[in-house]
């Protein structure tokens, strides 16, 4: 088989597509969703009375293995596609998704007594990469640090989780005052 220059793009661009667009995807459709209306992710994966190493890489609870599988998912929906485009994209995808697993198990080092050295802080910083103290910041703080890859994700993340609850707040205040309304009439009602 003939590697062309055309296969090394395709699959670079495919590796780079599943990092890139999976993270994108997780984030958006599974990770945020769930900070917002779901119990799973928060029961599991933002659980402060056990070791995230433990519940993250070696657990079998089935609560667990969902909640990573649900995360994961976007990814192997997203990898699936790229096969379409032939044994190059199939080949970046496929190593995207053993790396992406490989970085599951990177950003869960800080309770192993991972530091990163400033040096690789810097540079993984200046491209966006999650570090893992980045990632269990957002184990400490479930309302910072989102983002599974990339960092340049937390913002976009916070900004729905925020809308989100300022419009859940807004329907409560309106469902209040409708409430009052009612009580008003039905008494105005009675006394005439
Ligand atoms: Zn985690
Ligand atoms: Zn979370």
Known sequence: MVTTWHDVLVFCASLAGLFVVG????????????????????????????SYWEHSIVSVDPAIVLDGFLGALPYFVLAA?????????????????VLGQLHVMYRHTCELGWKSPAWLTRAAHAVGLVLPEDHNGHHKNPDADFGDIFRFYDAPARAVIGAARTGARRQRRLQRLREMRLLRRRSQNIAT
Do not use: C, E
């Open 23 to 50: 993270d994108l995807l997780s984030t958006m459709l599974y990770h945020v969703p769930q900070h917002i209306w779901g119990k799973l992710h928060l029961r599991t994966h933002h659980d402060n009375t056990r």
């Open 81 to 97: 596609v790229l096969t379409r485009f032939g044994t190059a994209a199939t080949a970046g995808a496929l190593l995207g998704l």
